[in-house]
């Protein structure tokens, strides 16, 4: 019983220091985040206070408006900035009071929005993209000059065509990040070109090599398909026929080129001579036509009468002449060849001399009826080149020259003889006589043929 009493004396003591005490409350969240555009009393009981540890009053109260000309209506969640707003909490079974600052931070916690994205089609080997022609975006708060546009275009290849994923990343002034994916698409637009450098001409029986003709370029594509329509085209008969030629690339991208083939005999026919100099005889008789071997034609009927010979050709005069070989087809493509033909005379002269029988010696004379002709025509110089004879009767022997006007020799032996007019008292030693001496002078005349045949040679 004293116990009692001793602890109701001494309660008002105790209570005292408790009120004494600055920690009775500890407050709780003092700073509320509150997301743009929010409403405010959604927020408001965030902020709240307990009493510390061995004390409890379930009746806590609070006061959140005016205390400290602090107001809930000054606080505008559509801008952004921290608005303070004092508390003030009150417990009744411990009558104490605590007056806290609250801080009310208004927050952008969304991203920036991608308003407009579009797939971007671009040419193959584009040096530059203006990306945000290609976009639109916009911000719950921050005007979109203050957003942030950053464009990932790392693994692009704008000079090889594909379709490619572009990643945009939008930030704004809160650092509320947002990314999109776009597809970029590096096209080929343009078409190849045919440049015809000339008229498609081919020879008959040959095949069109249109790299001959033209050139195909492709701005991409090294070897775009190449196909050529020709079904008209008879490659065999001369002709002009039209034909198209169609390009593709590997986009698609399509150009032809309509003309007009000519087919054309663009040979020169075949001739052939046995020889492109010749060596006549004078006034032999030659047929130049006799010299072709061959001519012939790819397209056209053609035989050795069809070649034409020009020539100043004078068989009957040595010189120097010419023949021209000419053999043209219906297309008038011509062969032409040119023959020298040279004239010469290899025909020595010729001796018309009849032999001498007189009864005299006086009565010889070597010079008389001696005739000289020529092949040529021409004046021939004749000589006496030696005899054996003599005044005594017997067989002589006479030795004669001619050379023409080209140096052609020939010889002649005149045989001579002279007569006996008394009776042979020894005819046996005459005729010895005659024979040694009629060899002696074969001897001499044959020695002198080789040595002059020796010497023109």
């Known amino acids: ?66 205390i400290n000309y602090t107001f809930i209506s000054v606080i505008n969640t559509s801008i952004l900035k921290e608005y303070r707003l004092d508390y003030k909490v009150t417990s009744p079974k411990y009558n104490k009071s605590s007056v806290q600052s609250i801080t009310f931070r208004i927050i952008d916690t969304e991203p920036p929005i991608l308003t407009k994205g579009i797939m971007i089609e671009v040419p193959v080997k584009t040096t530059v993209i203006d990306y945000l022609k290609y976009i639109d975006y916009k911000d719950n708060y921050d005007a979109k000059s203050d957003i942030s ?180 087809d219906s297309s008038n493509n011509k062969t032409s060849y040119r023959m020298s033909i040279i004239v010469r005379d290899l025909i020595p002269p010729t001796f018309d001399i009849a032999p001498i029988k007189q009864d005299s010696y006086a009565a010889i004379d070597l010079n008389a009826n001696i005739k000289v002709t020529d092949n040529s025509n021409l004046p021939v110089k004749w000589t006496l080149v030696e005899t054996n004879l003599s005044e005594e009767p017997g067989e002589y022997q006479a030795l004669y020259l001619a050379i023409d006007a080209f140096g052609n020799h020939s010889y002649h032996l005149r045989s001579i003889t002279i007569l006996e007019n008394k009776p042979d008292q020894n005819p046996s030693l005459m005729r010895i006589a005659y024979v040694i001496i009629g060899g002696s002078v074969l001897s001499i005349a044959a020695f002198g043929i080789y040595y002059v045949k020796l010497k023109k040679s």
């Open 1 to 66: 019983m004293k116990k009692l009493w001793i602890m109701i004396l001494l309660m008002p003591l105790i209570s005292v220091k408790i009120y004494a005490n600055n920690q009775v409350f500890v407050w709780h969240n003092t700073t509320v985040e509150v997301p743009l555009h929010a409403n405010i009393e959604d927020y408001l009981d965030m902020p709240y206070a307990t009493l510390t540890e061995g004390l409890r009053d379930d009746n806590l109260y609070y006061i959140k408006n005016g």
């Open 149 to 328: 546009v950053t464009v990932d275009y790392q693994g692009i290849n704008l000079n090889q065509i594909g379709l490619y994923k572009l990643h945009i990343i939008l930030m704004d002034k809160s650092l509320n990040e947002s990314r999109y994916v776009l597809l970029l698409h590096v096209k080929d637009y343009q078409c190849p070109v045919i440049v015809e450098k000339e008229n498609p001409i081919i020879n008959i029986g040959d095949t069109l090599d249109l790299n001959q003709f033209y050139v195909i370029t492709d701005n991409y594509d090294q070897s775009p398909n190449v196909s050529l329509t020709d079904n008209e085209v008879n490659y065999q008969a001369i002709g002009s026929y039209p034909i198209r030629i169609d390009v593709y690339d590997q986009s698609g991208n399509h150009t032809y080129h309509e003309t007009f083939l000519q087919i054309q005999d663009l040979l020169e026919p075949t001739l052939a001579l046995k020889t492109n100099q010749l060596v006549i005889s004078l006034n032999e008789t030659v047929q130049l036509s006799d010299l072709i071997i061959k001519a012939s034609d790819n397209y056209d009927s053609i035989s050795v009468s069809d070649v034409l010979i020009d020539t100043d050709l004078n068989t009957n005069q040595v010189g120097h002449y010419e023949a021209i070989y000419e053999l043209t």
